[in-house]
Nanobody
């Protein structure tokens, strides 16, 4: 069974960079057809897809994000990382990593949240 575990600081100051890591066990992040997404849910709002990295290292980012985003991976550690720069209080949310198979590049932008595997989520608050 694939398990995902998010980690990172719970408090980030405005204008700083938010950095989170998703550690994957029970499966490889290079397994064919699988993509590894970062999603978030601000308080009182719905789930938002932020971006993803595919099994081959290709990256996909939501065009609606206001803060610059970067998703990368460390295959030796089987980890996915998220960096969100110049954060504001609007970036306060529970952040999740999740994984499913994707059929095409456009599938990453489909809004399909039926993921096979989810992390438990980590709360990040942006405040001075």
């Amino acid at each position: 069974q694939v398990q995902l575990q998010e980690s990172g600081p719970g408090l980030v100051k405005p204008s700083q960079t938010l950095a989170l890591t998703c550690s994957v066990s029970g499966g490889s992040i290079t397994q064919g057809s699988y993509g590894w997404s970062w999603l978030r849910q601000p308080p009182g709002k719905g789930l938002e897809w932020m971006g993803a990295i595919a099994y081959d290292g290709s990256t996909y980012y939501s065009p609606s994000l206001k803060s610059p985003i970067s998703i990368s991976r460390d295959t030796s550690k089987n980890q996915i990382s998220l960096r969100l720069s110049s954060v504001t209080p609007e970036d306060t949310a529970v952040y999740y990593c999740a994984s499913r198979t994707f059929s095409s590049d456009s599938d990453y932008f489909s809004g399909d949240y039926e993921y096979d595997f989810w992390g438990q989520g980590t709360q990040v608050t942006v405040s001075s």
